[in-house]
Protein backbone atom coordinates (compact mmCIF):
# COMPACT_ATOMS: atom_id res chain seq x y z
CA UNK A 1 0.00 0.00 0.00
CA UNK A 2 1.12 3.43 -0.78
CA UNK A 3 2.26 5.11 2.13
CA UNK A 4 0.62 9.06 2.72
CA UNK A 5 3.56 10.24 4.78
CA UNK A 6 5.81 8.83 1.98
CA UNK A 7 4.10 10.79 -0.81
CA UNK A 8 3.65 13.66 1.60
CA UNK A 9 7.79 13.70 1.24
CA UNK A 10 8.12 13.47 -2.28
CA UNK A 11 6.29 16.24 -3.38
CA UNK A 12 7.49 18.52 -0.63
CA UNK A 13 10.98 17.80 -1.41
CA UNK A 14 10.40 18.02 -5.34
CA UNK A 15 8.48 21.19 -5.00
CA UNK A 16 11.71 22.64 -3.05
CA UNK A 17 14.21 20.99 -5.38
CA UNK A 18 12.08 22.04 -8.35
CA UNK A 19 11.67 26.16 -6.88
CA UNK A 20 15.61 25.84 -6.24
CA UNK A 21 16.61 24.38 -9.47
CA UNK A 22 14.70 27.04 -10.99
CA UNK A 23 15.58 29.69 -8.60
CA UNK A 24 19.70 29.50 -9.89
CA UNK A 25 18.56 27.98 -13.60
CA UNK A 26 19.46 31.21 -16.15
CA UNK A 27 22.72 32.28 -13.95
CA UNK A 28 24.67 34.20 -16.37
CA UNK A 29 28.40 32.30 -16.26
CA UNK A 30 31.07 34.30 -14.54
CA UNK A 31 34.35 35.41 -16.56
CA UNK A 32 36.10 33.15 -15.65
CA UNK A 33 33.67 30.18 -17.34
CA UNK A 34 33.97 31.92 -20.63
CA UNK A 35 34.61 30.56 -23.79
CA UNK A 36 37.33 32.53 -25.56
CA UNK A 37 35.13 33.32 -29.08
CA UNK A 38 32.59 35.17 -26.73
CA UNK A 39 35.19 38.08 -26.24
CA UNK A 40 35.53 38.95 -29.66
CA UNK A 41 33.24 41.31 -31.83
CA UNK A 42 31.04 39.56 -34.57
CA UNK A 43 32.64 39.44 -38.06
CA UNK A 44 30.37 41.23 -40.84
CA UNK A 45 31.72 41.38 -44.28
CA UNK A 46 29.62 42.14 -47.37
CA UNK A 47 28.15 39.88 -50.40
CA UNK A 48 26.36 39.99 -53.22
CA UNK A 49 23.90 36.89 -53.72
CA UNK A 50 21.11 35.80 -55.86
CA UNK A 51 17.91 36.65 -52.96
CA UNK A 52 16.46 33.78 -52.16
CA UNK A 53 13.01 32.41 -52.06
CA UNK A 54 11.55 29.72 -49.62
CA UNK A 55 7.64 28.87 -48.01
CA UNK A 56 7.19 27.91 -44.44
CA UNK A 57 3.95 26.59 -43.59
CA UNK A 58 2.55 27.69 -46.82
CA UNK A 59 3.86 31.34 -45.99
CA UNK A 60 6.28 32.61 -49.06
CA UNK A 61 9.45 34.51 -48.30
CA UNK A 62 11.77 36.37 -50.04
CA UNK A 63 15.11 36.89 -48.25
CA UNK A 64 17.81 39.21 -49.35
CA UNK A 65 21.46 38.35 -47.94
CA UNK A 66 23.27 41.43 -47.50
CA UNK A 67 26.26 40.82 -45.28
CA UNK A 68 27.90 37.24 -44.01
CA UNK A 69 27.85 37.14 -40.53
CA UNK A 70 29.77 35.15 -37.77
CA UNK A 71 28.41 36.07 -34.11
CA UNK A 72 29.48 34.74 -30.60
CA UNK A 73 28.18 35.21 -27.05
CA UNK A 74 26.19 35.02 -24.13
CA UNK A 75 22.57 34.52 -24.09
CA UNK A 76 20.81 37.07 -22.05
CA UNK A 77 17.59 36.78 -23.03
CA UNK A 78 15.09 35.18 -26.00
CA UNK A 79 11.76 35.35 -26.40
CA UNK A 80 9.95 32.60 -28.45
CA UNK A 81 8.03 33.75 -31.40
CA UNK A 82 5.42 30.91 -30.96
CA UNK A 83 4.72 32.42 -27.36
CA UNK A 84 1.07 32.19 -26.36
CA UNK A 85 1.08 36.44 -25.93
CA UNK A 86 2.97 36.67 -28.84
CA UNK A 87 0.22 38.56 -31.38
CA UNK A 88 2.40 39.93 -33.62
CA UNK A 89 3.98 37.64 -35.40
CA UNK A 90 0.88 35.29 -35.83
CA UNK A 91 -0.83 38.32 -37.18
CA UNK A 92 1.91 39.29 -39.51
CA UNK A 93 1.80 35.36 -40.55
CA UNK A 94 5.67 35.25 -40.00
CA UNK A 95 6.51 31.36 -39.40
CA UNK A 96 10.17 32.16 -40.83
CA UNK A 97 11.39 33.85 -37.76
CA UNK A 98 11.21 31.49 -34.79
CA UNK A 99 12.99 33.45 -31.87
CA UNK A 100 15.27 36.74 -30.49
CA UNK A 101 17.96 35.95 -28.86
CA UNK A 102 19.80 38.95 -27.33
CA UNK A 103 23.41 38.19 -27.04
CA UNK A 104 26.25 39.99 -24.93
CA UNK A 105 30.11 39.60 -25.91
CA UNK A 106 33.37 41.43 -25.63
CA UNK A 107 34.17 43.67 -22.50
CA UNK A 108 30.19 43.25 -21.22
CA UNK A 109 31.29 39.60 -20.13
CA UNK A 110 35.71 39.87 -19.68
CA UNK A 111 34.50 42.35 -17.39
CA UNK A 112 31.59 40.68 -15.93
CA UNK A 113 29.29 44.22 -16.29
CA UNK A 114 26.62 42.43 -17.78
CA UNK A 115 25.61 40.59 -14.59
CA UNK A 116 25.05 43.94 -12.94
CA UNK A 117 22.27 44.19 -15.89
CA UNK A 118 18.68 42.69 -15.70
CA UNK A 119 18.15 42.06 -19.53
CA UNK A 120 14.10 41.26 -21.08
CA UNK A 121 12.72 40.55 -24.58
CA UNK A 122 9.35 41.82 -25.59
CA UNK A 123 8.14 40.55 -29.32
CA UNK A 124 10.70 42.52 -31.09
CA UNK A 125 13.42 43.97 -29.40
CA UNK A 126 15.60 43.37 -25.99
CA UNK A 127 15.38 46.16 -22.68
CA UNK A 128 17.98 46.00 -20.66
CA UNK A 129 18.57 48.35 -17.17
CA UNK A 130 20.23 48.64 -13.58
CA UNK A 131 20.24 50.64 -10.58
CA UNK A 132 23.81 51.09 -10.96
CA UNK A 133 25.55 53.90 -11.94
CA UNK A 134 28.75 52.06 -12.03
CA UNK A 135 27.66 49.30 -13.91
CA UNK A 136 25.60 51.65 -16.74
CA UNK A 137 28.23 53.50 -17.49
CA UNK A 138 31.02 50.66 -18.29
CA UNK A 139 28.23 48.72 -20.21
CA UNK A 140 28.89 49.04 -23.90
CA UNK A 141 25.98 49.00 -25.93
CA UNK A 142 27.94 48.35 -28.82
CA UNK A 143 28.66 44.81 -27.36
CA UNK A 144 25.07 43.93 -26.86
CA UNK A 145 22.46 43.26 -29.61
CA UNK A 146 19.01 41.70 -30.24
CA UNK A 147 18.81 38.75 -33.16
CA UNK A 148 15.99 37.99 -35.10
CA UNK A 149 16.67 34.53 -35.89
CA UNK A 150 15.27 33.19 -39.43
CA UNK A 151 15.72 29.40 -40.51
CA UNK A 152 13.70 27.41 -42.93
CA UNK A 153 15.73 24.31 -42.27
CA UNK A 154 13.24 21.85 -39.37
CA UNK A 155 16.05 20.32 -37.82
CA UNK A 156 17.91 23.96 -37.39
CA UNK A 157 14.72 25.26 -35.62
CA UNK A 158 14.59 22.55 -33.08
CA UNK A 159 18.03 23.27 -32.27
CA UNK A 160 17.78 26.88 -32.18
CA UNK A 161 14.30 25.80 -29.50
CA UNK A 162 17.07 24.03 -27.36
CA UNK A 163 19.31 27.70 -26.49
CA UNK A 164 18.70 28.76 -22.68
CA UNK A 165 19.37 31.81 -20.80
CA UNK A 166 23.16 31.16 -19.56
CA UNK A 167 24.15 29.42 -22.98
CA UNK A 168 27.25 30.51 -24.62
CA UNK A 169 26.56 30.62 -28.00
CA UNK A 170 27.79 30.89 -32.27
CA UNK A 171 25.75 31.24 -35.21
CA UNK A 172 26.69 31.75 -38.33
CA UNK A 173 24.54 33.00 -41.56
CA UNK A 174 23.46 36.02 -43.31
CA UNK A 175 22.42 39.58 -42.30
CA UNK A 176 19.31 39.55 -44.23
CA UNK A 177 16.40 41.94 -45.24
CA UNK A 178 13.10 39.81 -45.54
CA UNK A 179 10.08 40.19 -46.97
CA UNK A 180 6.14 38.12 -46.61
CA UNK A 181 4.29 37.70 -49.63
CA UNK A 182 0.25 36.26 -49.54
CA UNK A 183 -0.80 35.06 -52.94
CA UNK A 184 2.36 36.66 -54.57
CA UNK A 185 1.31 40.37 -52.58
CA UNK A 186 4.17 42.01 -50.71
CA UNK A 187 2.62 41.91 -46.98
CA UNK A 188 5.96 44.20 -45.44
CA UNK A 189 9.53 43.81 -45.45
CA UNK A 190 12.26 43.92 -42.15
CA UNK A 191 15.47 45.21 -42.83
CA UNK A 192 18.50 44.43 -40.97
CA UNK A 193 20.67 46.51 -38.72
CA UNK A 194 24.14 46.33 -39.97
CA UNK A 195 26.14 48.65 -37.12
CA UNK A 196 26.43 47.77 -33.26
CA UNK A 197 26.15 51.07 -32.58
CA UNK A 198 22.41 52.12 -33.62
CA UNK A 199 19.40 51.87 -30.78
CA UNK A 200 16.34 52.01 -30.38
CA UNK A 201 13.73 49.66 -32.56
CA UNK A 202 14.62 48.90 -35.25
CA UNK A 203 18.17 48.22 -34.28
CA UNK A 204 17.83 44.38 -34.23
CA UNK A 205 19.99 42.45 -36.31
CA UNK A 206 17.85 40.03 -38.58
CA UNK A 207 20.04 36.77 -38.92
CA UNK A 208 19.37 33.83 -41.73
CA UNK A 209 21.05 31.37 -39.66
CA UNK A 210 22.93 28.62 -41.07
CA UNK A 211 24.40 27.24 -38.22
CA UNK A 212 24.68 26.99 -34.18
CA UNK A 213 26.69 25.58 -32.36
CA UNK A 214 26.15 25.33 -28.14
CA UNK A 215 30.11 26.27 -26.87
CA UNK A 216 28.96 26.22 -23.26
CA UNK A 217 26.08 25.68 -21.13
CA UNK A 218 26.58 27.05 -17.33
CA UNK A 219 23.75 26.06 -15.53
CA UNK A 220 23.00 22.87 -17.59
CA UNK A 221 22.77 20.84 -14.15
CA UNK A 222 20.58 23.09 -12.67
CA UNK A 223 18.21 22.72 -15.53
CA UNK A 224 18.83 18.42 -15.72
CA UNK A 225 17.62 19.11 -11.81
CA UNK A 226 14.69 21.37 -12.84
CA UNK A 227 13.67 18.60 -14.89
CA UNK A 228 13.33 15.89 -12.69
CA UNK A 229 12.08 17.53 -9.62
CA UNK A 230 9.24 18.55 -11.69
CA UNK A 231 8.64 14.78 -12.94
CA UNK A 232 8.90 13.62 -8.84
CA UNK A 233 6.29 16.42 -8.58
CA UNK A 234 3.99 15.14 -10.93
CA UNK A 235 4.38 11.70 -10.09
CA UNK A 236 3.68 12.92 -6.15
CA UNK A 237 0.77 14.56 -7.44
CA UNK A 238 -0.13 11.43 -9.26
CA UNK A 239 0.41 8.66 -6.09
CA UNK A 240 -1.52 11.46 -4.39
CA UNK A 241 -4.50 11.28 -6.26
CA UNK A 242 -4.27 7.44 -5.80
CA UNK A 243 -4.40 7.57 -2.22
CA UNK A 244 -7.25 5.77 -0.51
CA UNK A 245 -9.66 8.30 1.46
CA UNK A 246 -8.68 8.20 4.92
CA UNK A 247 -11.42 8.25 7.25
CA UNK A 248 -11.28 9.28 10.99
CA UNK A 249 -13.90 8.13 14.07
CA UNK A 250 -15.79 9.98 15.81
CA UNK A 251 -16.30 9.88 19.79
CA UNK A 252 -18.72 10.94 21.70
Given at each position: MIQRSAVHGL???????????????????????????VLVDPVQVPVELAPLRTTVEGIDYGITRRYSYDIAGV????????????????????????????????????????????FSNSQWECHFETRSSAAWQAF????????HLLTDVRSLG????GIHVGDQIR?????????????????GTRVSSDTRTD????????????????LSSYDRNWRRLRTFALFGLAASLVLWIRLPVAFEAAGS
Open positions: MAGSLVLALLAGWNAGRLPPPDRLHPQVVSLHHSDSWWDYAHAEWGDHINLMDVCLAWGDNVAKDTYRQIQRQDQVSNNHALALRGYLVNYTIYRDGVAQTGPGACEVMFVESMEI
